[in-house]
C-alpha cells in the first residue's frame, strides 16, 4: 500500500507563496478529491509531488520516496496534469508505447489502456487531430499504463462527454477498490460528490480541511427542512415563535432553516397543525465547499449591480 506523504511543504515563486507549510497525507484504497479555489496551489502541489518542481522547503514523497528517486515511475505513479503535453505528430498508440518501453512496461500494455479508455478505434490516429475529451482520455491512458499503485489526476473529467463522465467515475471509484491511491483536483462539486471518499481542501497554499466527504459536508451545511401544510399562516406563526427562520409559505409550502425535520415534525404534531410533507434537504458538497471558501476565492467576481444602480448608458 502507497500513501502520498507532504510534510511541511512550501513553494514559493517570487512574489508568490503558492503552497504555504502544507501537510497532508493521502491514502490508498480510497479517492480523495482535491479541492481549492483558483490559485489555491492544487496543481503546485502536485507538481512538487511529482518532482517537476522543486519546494522551497519542507517534502514530498511517495511510499516514503521523493519521486525522482523511483526507478521506473510510470510503474509507481500515473498522472494526469496537462492533457496537451502529448506530442501531436505521434499517433496514440506509439505515444504510448514510447511511454512504456522507456519504463519497461510490456508494449501490449498500450493496447490495453487504449481499449480501457475508448480510444482503440483512433490508436493509429496522430494526436494533433484529436480533440480535447480524446486527449484527456489519452492522458488518463497513460496514466494507467504502468498500473500504478498511485493516481494523480488534474482535472480527469475535463472535456469528456456525458458517457465519458460516468465512465471516469467508474473507473475512479474502481481503482480505490482496488486499494490504489488516487488524488483528483476537480472544480465541479457534484461531480466530486460522486466519486471522493475523502477530501483536501486548499486556499492560498494553506489546508483547510483534510476530512471524509460525508464529515465535510456535515460539518459545512446548515439542516433545513421542506414543510407543506393546509395551515400555512399558522404553521410559520408557531415556528416563528419557537425562533426558528421560515421562508416562503404562501402556497402552503416553506422551508425552516437550522433544524431537521423530526424537531419540526414534533413542533407541528404538538400544536395539531396538520402537514402534507415534511423532508430534510440533503445538504449538497457543493453549499458545504462553498460555505467553508466563501472568503477564500481570490478571483470571485463582483455581484453585478442592480438595475436602479446601475450606471450604464
Ligand atoms: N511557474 C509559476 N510561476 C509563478 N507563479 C506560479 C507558477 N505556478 C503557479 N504559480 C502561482 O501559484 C499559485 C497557485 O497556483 P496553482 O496553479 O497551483 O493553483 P491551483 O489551485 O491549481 O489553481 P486552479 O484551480 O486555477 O488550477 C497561483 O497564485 C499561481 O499564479
Redesign the pocket.
Known amino acids: 500500500m502507497t500513501s502520498i506523504e507532504v510534510t511541511d511543504l512550501t513553494k514559493e515563486?517570487?512574489t508568490?507563496r503558492?503552497v504555504d507549510r502544507l501537510t497532508c497525507r493521502i491514502e490508498p484504497g480510497r479517492v480523495t478529491g482535491f479541492l481549492?479555489?483558483?490559485?489555491?496551489?492544487?496543481?503546485?502541489?502536485m507538481r512538487l509531488v511529482l518532482g517537476l518542481d522543486h519546494p522551497t522547503s519542507g517534502t514530498a514523497t511517495i511510499g516514503g520516496r521523493p519521486y525522482p528517486t523511483l526507478r521506473e515511475p510510470l510503474r509507481t505513479v500515473g498522472a494526469l496534469l496537462d492533457p496537451q503535453a502529448a506530442h501531436g505528430s505521434r499517433t496514440a498508440r506509439d505515444h504510448l508505447r514510447c511511454l512504456a518501453v522507456s519504463n519497461r512496461i510490456p508494449g501490449r500494455r498500450a493496447d490495453e489502456v487504449l481499449q480501457e479508455t475508448g480510444l482503440a478505434t483512433v490508436a493509429h490516429r496522430r494526436i494533433r487531430t484529436f480533440s480535447l475529451g480524446m486527449r484527456q482520455r489519452l492522458g488518463i491512458a497513460a496514466a494507467l499504463l504502468g498500473d500504478p499503485s498511485v493516481l494523480l489526476l488534474d482535472e480527469p473529467a475535463n472535456g469528456l462527454d456525458p458517457e465519458g463522465i460516468v465512465w471516469i467515475r467508474q473507473l475512479l471509484r474502481r481503482l480505490a477498490r482496488e486499494g490504489r491511491t488516487v488524488l483528483v483536483?476537480s472544480?465541479l462539486m457534484n461531480e466530486t460528490a460522486t466519486f471522493a471518499d475523502h477530501l483536501v481542501v486548499?486556499a492560498g497554499?494553506r489546508l483547510l480541511a483534510d476530512v471524509a466527504m460525508r464529515a465535510f459536508i456535515a460539518q459545512h451545511s446548515q439542516a433545513r427542512v421542506h414543510v407543506r401544510t393546509g395551515d400555512p399562516d399558522r404553521l410559520r406563526t408557531t415556528l416563528l415563535a419557537h425562533g426558528y427562520a421560515v421562508t416562503g409559505g404562501d402556497d402552503g409550502r416553506c422551508v425552516v432553516e437550522g433544524a431537521g425535520a423530526e424537531r419540526i415534525g414534533a413542533v407541528a404534531a404538538r400544536e395539531g397543525i396538520p402537514l402534507l410533507e415534511l423532508a430534510d434537504e440533503r445538504a449538497s458538497l457543493e453549499q458545504a465547499y462553498l460555505a467553508l471558501t466563501a472568503d477564500k476565492a481570490e478571483f470571485a467576481a463582483a455581484a453585478p449591480a442592480s438595475p436602479n444602480t446601475s450606471q450604464e448608458v
Do not use: V
Request: glycine share 22%; charged share 10%; net charge positive.
Open positions: 515563486y517570487r508568490t503558492a481549492g479555489p483558483n490559485g489555491a496551489g492544487k496543481s503546485t502541489t483536483s472544480h486548499l497554499g
